[in-house]
T-cell receptor, first 113, second 112 residues
Framework: AQSVTQPDIHITVSEGASLELRCNYS??????LFWYVQSPGQGLQLLLK??????LVQGIKGFEAEFKRSQSSFNLRKPSVHWSDAAEYFC???????????FGGGTRVLVKP | DSGVTQTPKHLITATGQRVTLRCSPR?????VYWYQQSLDQGLQFLIH???????AKGNILERFSAQQFPDLHSELNLSSLELGDSALYFC???????????FGPGTRLTVL
């Protein structure tokens, strides 16, 4: 069965600093990988996705993620964080784009002024 | 705004009761998915419908049922509610069966 681990429950970062959120997955074949963001009281917004091809994926809001098969990882990065990036971030995996998503536990990001 | 709508936004009810959550997918989307987000279980897949037919089931309790109607909206019915059913219930939709899922704002259910 597929699973996703987000090792960091909370991360605090200063505004303007870089951010990296870790995601490790367990799945037998090549997975479909996603990052979603949930702002307080909001639904889940898709930041980016990886299906195949270039392992460095660009998303919305200045985010990017890199798929590393050898490490079973799909870490999310942003070079310079804005106060509006404070939210909870979820990594998810599926067998195909339309299959059920298996989510990690989430990482809550706090942004210090 | 993803284009997926869910009603109601909030629902407060008592144990033993039955509620219905409604989801309208994005225009043109044929697939609807339901997920539950709770503090102890995190985000979990419940069920997937495609063009009115059930396609996959996850950890959905027997007290819960869903359907997708000919106009493609979907309803999630929760019965004999327990305190532990308190959660945020998300609906997502996608164009087909192999496309990215887009999530609605969720319905927050509180069972007292």
């Amino acid at each position: 069965a597929q699973s996703v681990t987000q090792p960091d429950i909370h991360i605090t970062v200063s505004e303007g600093a870089s951010l990296e959120l870790r995601c490790n997955y367990s799945y037998g074949a090549t997975p479909y990988l996603f990052w979603y963001v949930q702002s307080p009281g909001q639904g889940l917004q898709l930041l980016l996705k990886y299906f195949s091809g270039d392992t460095l994926v660009q998303g919305i809001k200045g985010f990017e993620a890199e798929f590393k098969r050898s490490q079973s990882s799909f870490n999310l990065r942003k070079p310079s964080v804005h106060w509006s990036d404070a939210a909870e971030y979820f990594c998810a995996v599926s067998k195909a784009a339309g299959n059920k998503l298996t989510f990690g536990g989430g990482t809550r990001v706090l942004v210090k002024p | 705004d993803s284009g997926v709508t869910q009603t109601p936004k909030h629902l407060i009810t008592a144990t033993g009761q039955r509620v219905t959550l409604r989801c309208s997918p994005r225009s043109g989307d044929l697939s609807v998915y339901w997920y539950q987000q709770s503090l102890d279980q995190g985000l979990q897949f419940l069920i997937h419908y495609y063009n009115g037919e059930e396609r996959a089931k996850g950890n959905i309790l027997e007290r819960f049922s869903a359907q997708q109607f000919p106009d493609l909206h979907s309803e999630l019915n929760l019965s004999s509610l327990e305190l532990g059913d308190s959660a945020l219930y998300f609906c997502a939709s996608s164009v087909g069966e192999d496309d990215t899922q887009y999530f609605g704002p969720g319905t927050r259910l509180t069972v007292l």
